[in-house]
Nanobody
Framework: QVQLVESGGGSVQAGGSLRLSCAASGGTFSSYGMGWFRQAPGKEREFVGALSRSGASAAIADSVKGRFTISRDNAKNTVTLQMNSLKPEDTAVYYC???????????????WGQGTQVTVSS
């Protein structure tokens, strides 16, 4: 079983950048598809982006395409979400997740981190 710990959240003004990291332990990191999700107050959790086990394939939500980039380092057991040109609507708790199945199956993630708050002010 893999444990996930996010870091890097915080408060930023619109147009700014933040870099979220997720450190994995307790499993074979390269055997998991890795994803980022977010949940804003009063809203359902939504998919942000994900990477295949090797990192060769990626998926990114239309709402963040061109602004957010996801990457992973299988040697360091980490996955990163680089967020640029942030908007107030990006305000949410961001979660890292691991999937034993397809990284594209957004409802099939097995393990979740505790989340990190991102607040973007206008």
């Amino acid at each position: 079983q893999v444990q996930l710990v996010e870091s890097g959240g915080g408060s930023v003004q619109a147009g700014g950048s933040l870099r979220l990291s997720c450190a994995a332990s307790g499993g074979t990191f390269s055997s998991y598809g890795m994803g980022w999700f977010r949940q804003a107050p009063g809203k359902e959790r939504e998919f942000v982006g994900a990477l295949s086990r090797s990192g060769a394939s990626a998926a990114i939500a239309d709402s963040v395409k061109g602004r957010f980039t996801i990457s992973r380092d299988n040697a360091k057991n980490t996955v990163t979400l680089q967020m640029n040109s942030l908007k107030p609507e990006d305000t949410a708790v961001y979660y890292c997740a691991a999937s034993r199945g397809s990284f594209l199956a957004t409802t099939g993630y097995n393990y979740w981190g505790q989340g990190t708050q991102v607040t973007v002010s206008s």
